[in-house]
């Protein structure tokens, strides 16, 4: 099982970044989608998530700024990032797990630093 995260980097305040995950290994549409940030010295926590049913959440720290998405047919899902604020810094990772009773798998995790 593969899931591989990309599309981080440096940006402005204010500025906007999407982060792609393409996962392999597993049936796509069966799983749960989550992206996952982890902050220096924080602990992990969870930004937006995507049921296998189609339902989108998030966490009220990014409500109107960050949109969830998946394609099924490309086994991806995506977090498009807008008005980042400083605070977003951060690895961003990406999970799939097929109920909420088991950890799922994990990405690699993708750097995000909004930073003037």
């Known amino acids: 099982v593969q899931l591989q995260a990309s599309g981080g980097g440096l940006v402005e305040p204010g500025g906007s970044l999407r982060l792609t995950c393409v996962v392999s290994?597993?049936?796509?549409?069966?799983?749960?989608m989550a992206w996952y940030r982890q902050a220096p010295g924080k602990q992990r926590e969870l930004v937006a998530g995507?049921?296998?049913?189609?339902?989108?959440s998030y966490a009220d720290f990014v409500k109107g700024r960050f949109t969830i998405s998946r394609d099924i047919t490309k086994s991806t899902v995506y977090l498009e990032m807008n008005s980042l604020k400083p605070e977003d810094t951060a690895v961003y990772y990406c999970?799939?797990?097929?109920?909420?009773?088991?950890?799922?798998?994990w990405g690699q995790g993708t750097l995000v630093t909004v930073s003037s």
């Open positions: 999970n799939a797990r097929l109920n909420p009773k088991v950890p799922g798998f």
């Open positions: 995507f049921t296998s049913a189609g339902r989108k």
């Open positions: 290994g597993i049936v796509f549409r069966n799983h749960d």
